[in-house]
């Protein structure tokens, strides 16, 4: 089962707005967030991510929201672009168990010109 | 530039065959990773390797085995093909502990007839 439920499956947004994809998890043992933008043709990359002692990391136009409290961590696009159109992907590590990664299972983006 | 090559984009193979997917890393990485992509599923890891002969089973090691001889080579067989390993497969690679994947190659598409 998924341990790591990714919403929306898709999201089309106009450019210069912003995009939001969720992700919320069960495993409080999880220490590690990142996430992976895949363009088409083209293995997964890591974009950013976080570890949950912060609420908020900001890389350029992306940042990352991490609510422990709820269990969910959220990648938020500001001004997007239609060069950010790809697939993106959360995951989370867990501690233990050779630190197996659990990915979710993608939101394809679309920005529209 | 960090590389992770498969060898083959894609792959059209029959029902029983036993299929070889390679992949080569050179940034003289200690882990590899071969991952498998499906549609609402994400990315699920099949095997892992740390060193050289050594590996490690993921979610989904049935159907699988893989090969490591060389440091820089990590290959996927798949000793029996069916249908139901129709689907697209991520190598990837990563330095340190732990089963974190840092670069992906740009994966095989295999259909399998």
């Known amino acids: 089962q998924q341990q790591v439920k990714q919403s929306p499956q898709s999201l089309i947004v106009q450019k210069g707005g912003i995009s939001i994809i969720n992700c919320a998890y069960e495993?409080?043992?999880?220490?590690?967030f990142p996430w992976y933008q895949q363009f088409p043709g083209k293995g997964p990359a890591l974009l950013i991510a976080?570890?949950?002692?912060?609420s908020e990391k900001k890389e350029g136009r992306f940042t990352i929201s991490f609510n422990k409290s709820a269990k969910q961590f959220s990648l938020h696009i500001m001004d997007s672009q239609p060069g950010d159109s790809a697939t993106y992907f959360c995951?989370?590590?867990?501690?233990?168990?050779?630190?197996?990664?659990?990915f979710g299972a993608g939101t394809r983006l679309t920005v529209k010109p | 530039d960090v590389k992770v090559t498969q060898s083959s984009r894609y792959l059209v193979k029959r029902t029983g065959e036993k299929v070889f997917l390679e992949c080569v890393q050179d940034?003289?990485?200690?882990?590899m990773f071969w991952y498998r992509q499906d549609p609402g599923l994400g990315l699920r890891l099949i095997y892992f390797?740390?060193?050289?002969?050594?590996?490690e089973k993921g979610d989904i090691p049935e159907g699988y085995s893989v090969s490591r001889e060389k440091k820089e080579r990590f290959s996927l067989i798949l000793e029996s093909a069916s249908t139901n390993q129709t689907s697209m497969y991520l190598c990837?690679?990563?330095?340190?502990?732990?089963?974190?994947?840092?670069?992906f190659g740009d994966g095989t598409r295999l259909s399998i007839l």
């Open positions: 990837a690679s990563s330095s340190g502990q732990g089963r974190r994947p840092q670069h």
């Open positions: 495993n409080t043992a999880f220490d590690y």
């Open positions: 976080i570890r949950p002692d912060v």
């Open positions: 995951a989370a590590r867990v501690p233990y168990n050779n630190n197996d990664m659990r």
């Open positions: 940034m003289d990485h200690e882990n």
């Open positions: 390797s740390y060193d050289v002969k050594m590996k």
